[in-house]
């Protein structure tokens, strides 16, 4: 049965290569030894110390947001304390062999390639943790090595904590939700007055739940917290959007925080310094410089059907009046059938009819209407999409601004346009403005090509320490946990 077990297992083992120290290829007096290209991690021999570390990782696996069955199955310790030195072989093969997936898993997800919606364009990049975990065993590094599997971020680190606070609550029942009925606005005593108080008190240490129906100052200004931390308007007033994020249960929460976790897991371990950030769900643009947020803006991005797909890229160029080629969708669904209802439409609005290789298509002309403003930020990309200004500016001002075919529209375009651009000696803000003013189209240069991230989160920690939500308006939470689920269930029958 053992022997069985330690073939099973040696025949998934990998065998790599390393630059790792000195130790990896010599013997403790100086000769030569294996190399990683030879040695299995399935060959080591863990010390009672190594073997202790790595039952207390994998038993302590969901404070990583993971499953421990999946990663320290029953059986697995006793089988490391057997009496048989064969059988305790074996066990130790086992804890290698999830100690493994467990690694892959902490540091770029255990959702498999296959299972990625198309629009899940931020992959992450294939990890074999095999050379590392021999490296850290002949070193006697074990315990740094496992510190520095999780995504090196404060996002991941504030979610993993978020994910403890949080499951904290529901060790405590949770909270129930509030019962429908007429707003509670500041100043109004009602019975569900109760309900309010008992839920804030759930959340947020600063509430204390108690007998008293009027909704006070206090209580209002713990809802408002609450509006802020869910990307609602402050008004202290429980209705609506309010309402319905008060009474999404913990598990729920729970699960977002664990669904985002798992995306972080999906980054680069080094993202650069000097970045373009969307959070999709939030609608919000970041520029980092040197790793800190220079400027930030309100977004319009994808509503659902046409959702703005998570990817990377780079910025190389500006356009300066950009025309709109229309995609053949957006033409036939929208476009042709206004047209028909109105004729003089396309007209009006400055759209004409090209030859496009052997047929035709529709593009706006480069103007006051045009639907991608005056300056657009396009990178390369599967999903044709793009930053761009807009001459629609009402969404700016409204909490939910997902409206777009799938772009994203920007606030504040100019300020982006003259931030990418500064430095350079022809593309000074002057000859930016002079440009758009002439209507021609030009495609400006950036002095440094700068990198893009369309990522999508729902929840992260706020400098506060308290857990901020936005809606999961693609339904992508729900539908990443189900994934998880799947994966998990899988990796447990293995």
């Known amino acids: 049965m053992a022997a069985a077990v330690i073939a099973a297992a040696m025949s998934g083992a990998l065998f790599v290569a390393s630059s790792g120290g000195p130790a990896l290829g010599q013997t403790p007096g100086g000769r030569p030894g294996p190399s990683l290209q030879t040695i299995s991690p399935m060959s080591l021999s863990l010390s009672a110390d190594q073997v202790s570390l790595l039952e207390q ?3 302590d696996a969901d404070s990583q947001g993971l499953d421990p069955r999946t990663y320290a199955p029953a059986g697995l310790h006793a089988l490391l304390n057997s009496r048989d030195p064969q059988v305790r072989q074996s066990g130790q093969v086992q804890l290698i062999a999830r100690t493994l997936d467990y690694a892959r898993a902490v540091h770029s997800g255990r959702l498999p390639l296959a299972a990625f919606l198309d629009d899940w364009g931020l992959r992450p990049r294939p990890y074999d943790p095999a050379p590392d975990f021999v490296q850290a065993v002949q070193q006697d590094q074990l315990k740094s090595w496992i510190e520095g599997l999780p995504p090196p971020y404060t996002g991941y680190e504030g979610l993993r904590q978020g994910l403890e606070i949080y499951r904290s609550i529901a060790a405590k029942g949770g909270w129930q939700p509030i019962s429908e009925g007429p707003a509670l606005t500041p100043g109004v005593t009602s019975p569900r007055v109760l309900e309010l108080r008992a839920r804030m ?5 600063q509430v204390q739940a108690s007998g008293d129906q009027t909704y006070d100052p206090a209580l209002v200004e ?6 802020r931390r869910y990307g609602l308007e402050d008004n202290g007033v429980v209705s609506g959007q309010t309402l319905t994020a008060l009474n999404v249960s913990v598990d729920e929460r729970i699960g977002q925080i664990l669904a985002n976790m798992e995306r972080w897991r999906w980054l680069p371990a080094e993202l650069p310094t000097d970045r373009i950030q969307v959070n999709v769900a939030a609608a919000i643009l970041t520029v980092f410089h040197a790793d800190t947020p220079v400027l930030s803006m309100r977004a319009v991005t994808g509503r659902p059907g046409d959702e703005t797909p998570m990817l990377t890229s780079k910025i190389e160029s500006i356009v300066l009046n950009p025309p709109w080629n229309v995609p053949s969708s957006i033409a036939a669904k929208e476009l042709w059938p206004k047209e028909r209802a109105h004729p003089g439409y396309l007209r009006a609005h400055d759209f004409i009819v090209v030859k496009d290789g052997d047929g035709t298509r529709l593009q706006q002309r480069a103007g006051d209407t045009s639907a991608l403003g005056r300056i657009k930020f396009d990178f390369p990309n599967n999903y044709g999409v793009y930053l761009h200004d807009t001459p629609s500016r009402g969404l700016f001002s ?3 601004r997902l409206a777009s075919h799938g772009c994203v ?3 504040k ?9 500064q430095g350079d000696p022809t593309w000074t803000p002057d000859a930016i403005d002079a440009a758009i003013a002439s209507g021609k189209t030009i495609r400006a240069p950036l002095p440094q090509p700068i990198s893009v991230y369309l990522l999508y989160w729902t929840a992260y920690m706020g400098t506060d320490g308290m857990m901020n939500f936005r809606d999961d308006p693609y339904g992508w939470d729900e539908e990443l946990m189900t994934r998880l689920r799947t994966a998990d269930a899988a990796g447990q029958t293995a």
């Open 57 to 59: 990782t994998l038993a």
């Open 201 to 205: 008190a759930a959340e947020d240490p």
């Open 222 to 227: 713990a809802v408002k917290r609450a509006q």
């Open 398 to 400: 409204r909490t939910g």
């Open 409 to 411: 529209r920007l606030q």
């Open 413 to 421: 375009p100019h300020d982006l346009a003259l931030l990418v651009m």
